[in-house]
């Protein structure tokens, strides 16, 4: 985080806007200690920001659903951040593990639903220690809820190379993704621009491996666009690069930006964990305050550093810290459009 923060406001610096930073330490090292991950009046609290900056949440002695459903979930729920923008793309100076000829030029953006879905918590267990227990969850797909995301899918596809994936599994999920695929239909008519596919989610992961470079948007629901998003980053060559947006589009509070990567617990406090998801998080949080120059200049600071750099951490192959890239990375900041000696 704090490298991070160091380069956002670095960049936003350059346009001359101060960004003021205020701190939260929101996390599962407070719940152990207190008995809960975030204050009671903690959402209250963060309606007044402009964003959110959030670093990744997690530690294996507390249970993830804990931790995620004490402070993530709800954060993006309460503001209604119902559309999570997650762009991932090759990049020059990163191997894939896919051969290049497969690869190709890849640049993706999932959009995937924010706020509702299979994430519920409608459901329960019973006859726990019985053989008959049981555990059932159950999805929760609205009208307004599919066609907001899904418009939010075309309007990103309009703006891009115009072709729209839509992620599906209506052979096995018989109530919520046949009215999914209906709701992307009906939105498809007011998109004629946009060519519009419809894939099981299971033959979209083999094709994000097989045929890459064809996929342009993907649209999908909360577990499909969490699955999609990690599969994308790992074929751009890996989960510590991709950033996400959590977009409040209805204006209803902050948006919030954060990687998609989680808590890494096998590397974290070894100083080693790949800095640029966060640092692309915070350049999108720049775009959407307004500050698009600023946003460029952090994306191209991240190329030149992969492109004409050895510093890289050991996710890509290389042997920095943290440290040393955010460090090389400042060093590379620089305004958009123009060169540095
Ligand atoms: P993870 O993303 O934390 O880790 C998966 C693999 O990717 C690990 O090998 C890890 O070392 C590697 N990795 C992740 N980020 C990296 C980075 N920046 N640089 C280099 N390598 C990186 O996923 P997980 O293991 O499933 O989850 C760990 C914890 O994080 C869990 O508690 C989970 O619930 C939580 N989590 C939190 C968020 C969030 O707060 N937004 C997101 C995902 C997972
Ligand atoms: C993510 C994460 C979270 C999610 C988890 C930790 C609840 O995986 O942001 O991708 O699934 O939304
Ligand atoms: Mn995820």
């Known amino acids: ?54 670093g990744a949440v997690g530690r294996p002695d507390v249970p993830d659903h804990i931790s995620l459903w004490g402070m993530l979930i709800p954060i993006r729920r309460r503001f209604h951040q119902y559309v999570n923008l997650r762009p991932v793309r090759s990049f020059a100076g990163i191997a894939s593990p896919l051969r290049p000829e497969v690869l190709g030029t890849f640049d993706v953006l999932v959009v995937r639903e924010n706020v509702e879905g299979e994430y519920s918590e409608v459901g329960g267990r019973v006859y726990s220690g019985r053989p008959e227990e049981l555990a059932i969850q159950e999805s929760v797909f609205t009208r307004a809820g599919v066609e907001r995301v899904v418009r939010a899918g075309f309007d ?58 064809t996929l342009d948007v993907i649209v999908g629901s909360n577990l499909f666009g969490d699955i999609m998003s990690d599969l994308t980053a790992a074929v751009a060559g890996s989960l510590g690069i991709a950033p996400s947006a959590n977009l409040s589009l209805g204006g ?19 100083g080693v964990a790949n800095p640029i998801g966060q ?42 810290s943290t440290e040393e890239v955010a460090s090389t990375l400042e060093s590379l900041l620089a305004p958009a459009g123009t060169s540095r000696s």
């Open 252 to 270: 209803d509070g902050p948006s919030m930006f954060e990687p998609v990567h989680g808590s890494a617990p096998d590397i974290a406090g070894k």
């Open 279 to 320: 640092v692309w998080s915070g350049a999108l949080m720049l775009r959407d305050l307004g500050l698009e120059r600023a946003h460029d200049t952090l994306l191209s600071a991240i190329e030149q550093l992969l492109s004409s750099t050895d510093v890289r951490t050991a996710d890509l192959g290389g042997s920095a």
């Open 1 to 54: 985080m704090e490298p991070a923060q160091t380069l956002v406001s670095a960049a936003a610096a350059q346009e001359g806007v101060q960004l003021r930073w205020q701190q939260r330490n929101w996390s599962c090292d407070r719940y152990v200690a207190q008995g809960a991950m975030m204050p009671e009046d903690a959402l209250e609290d963060l309606e007044a920001f402009d964003a959110i900056f959030l």
């Open 156 to 213: 990103a596809a309009a703006g891009r190379r115009g072709v729209l994936t839509s992620a599906t599994k209506s052979n096995g999920l018989v109530h919520s993704m046949p009215f999914w695929d209906e709701i992307v239909a009906e939105v498809a008519e007011e998109h004629p621009g946009v060519e519009v596919a419809s894939m099981h989610i299971d033959a979209l992961a083999a094709a994000c491996v097989s045929r890459p470079s």
